[in-house]
């Protein structure tokens, strides 16, 4: 009535050895080439490195544009007086409403976690930070993750390419 089992036998081979090789190359489309060999001089490591010295200029560029006097300012500038005052709802756990995404509050809130904020400060905008107030920390942990924005797109938009 139907076919046996014998029809489908394999000869023991399992799935792995009876995939055919791609024609086409799939994911960024690049042709992958075989890894070169490992650099013996500094000037080889230099040259097989080139694809990342762009990046690496532009990190370093965007760590001076984000740190360089970062502590200099002791008032509440820009966006730290919405950013602030949201974040310190969330270390209080107290709730509030707002229409814009909350990822960058809960960053604000997890800087000032981490640098020891307790969220009494209302963050009105030009006034001057108490002494309890980590601010150059937490300025510091946010530009951090502003400077990891530069190789992380780089890379992402590199891998696509």
């Not at 489309?29 to 694809?51: A, D, I, V, W």
Request: overall charge positive; charged content about 20%; hydrophobic content about 40%.
């Amino acid at each position: 009535m139907g076919m046996e089992y014998g029809a489908f036998d394999d000869e023991g081979k399992d799935v792995y050895s009876k995939m055919k090789t791609a024609k086409v190359p799939f994911g960024s489309g690049r042709l992958r080439r075989p890894p070169p060999p490992p650099p013996t001089t500094l000037r080889e490591f230099f040259l097989q490195n080139l694809e990342h010295i762009p990046p690496i200029i532009y990190t370093l560029l965007s760590c001076w544009t984000r740190f360089h006097k970062i502590g200099k300012s002791n008032v509440v500038v820009w966006d730290e007086a919405h950013f602030g005052k949201f974040g310190s709802h969330y270390l209080k756990r107290e709730f509030y409403f707002d229409v814009h995404p909350p990822l960058g509050k809960m960053l604000v809130g997890f800087a000032g976690l981490l640098a020891g904020y307790d969220g009494t400060f209302d963050f009105a905008s030009g006034a001057a930070y108490p002494d309890t107030v980590p601010y150059v920390a937490m300025r510091v942990m946010m530009a951090t993750f502003g400077v990891a924005l530069v190789p992380l797109g780089w890379y992402m938009q590199w891998s696509w390419a």
